[in-house]
T-cell receptor, first 113, second 113 residues
């Protein structure tokens, strides 16, 4: 069966360190993968999209990698700040031409001052 | 720009009652979708639409109806509410059905007693 797993439900990290979140998937051949941030009581907010033919994408302090052989995406936040505390969701489509975006359950990141 | 607007923010229903969750977007997006978010289950796709007059089922469509008569609006109907439909509902839209980030509303929290 198809599955998306985000490495842990919760991750605590010291301010200033790099946070690394993992998204693994099975029985998908996604054409692209996305990462979202969700704050309590709010809808998810888009952060980054990476396509199957891209190895890495960066935006300010954020970096995403996509390894279709390992079936894994890594999401990094460098120089983390308490304001980065939120739940981070990965999402992928079911394959080329699919209109359905499936989400992982998320990792709750807490950045400790 | 208002983005994606969902109404109401909160709703309490009795079992068997019907209601419509409203969703409107002002970005001229072709693709719209409805998700429900439950603790421990993540976001699950209910229905989606790739354009006016076109709708399709997602992962958990049972008990819900949708229609898309205009590009802007995508209402979600609960015909006979059940306690299992207690959840937070998110509407989302994107410019394109594929390869495009989703813009989410801030959700409707529904309780069915």
């Amino acid at each position: 069966s198809q599955k998306i797993e985000q490495n842990s439900e919760a991750l605590n990290i010291q301010e200033g360190k790099t946070a690394t979140l993992t998204c693994n998937y099975t029985n998908y051949s996604p054409a692209y993968l996305q990462w979202y941030r969700q704050d309590p009581g709010r809808g998810p907010v888009f952060l980054l999209l990476i396509r199957e033919n891209e190895k890495e994408k960066r935006k300010e302090r954020l970096k995403v990698t996509f390894d279709t052989t390992l079936k894994q995406s890594l999401f990094h936040i460098t120089a983390s700040q308490p304001a980065d505390s939120a739940t981070y969701l990965c999402a992928l489509n079911s394959g080329a031409g699919s209109y359905q975006l499936t989400f992982g359950k998320g990792t709750k990141l807490s950045v400790i001052p | 720009n208002a983005g994606v607007t969902q109404t109401p923010k909160f709703q309490v229903l009795k079992t068997g009652q019907s209601m419509t969750l409203q969703c409107a977007q002002d970005m001229n997006h072709e693709y719209m979708s409805w998700y429900r978010q439950d603790p421990g289950m993540g976001l699950r796709l209910i229905h989606y639409s790739v354009g006016a007059g076109i709708t399709d089922q997602g992962e958990v469509p049972n008990g819900y109806n949708v229609s898309r008569s205009t590009t802007e609006d995508f209402p979600l109907r609960l015909l006979s509410a059940a306690p299992s439909q207690t959840s937070v509902y998110f509407c989302a839209s994107s410019y394109s059905p594929t390869n495009s980030p989703l813009h989410f509303g801030n959700g409707t929290r529904l309780t069915v007693t």
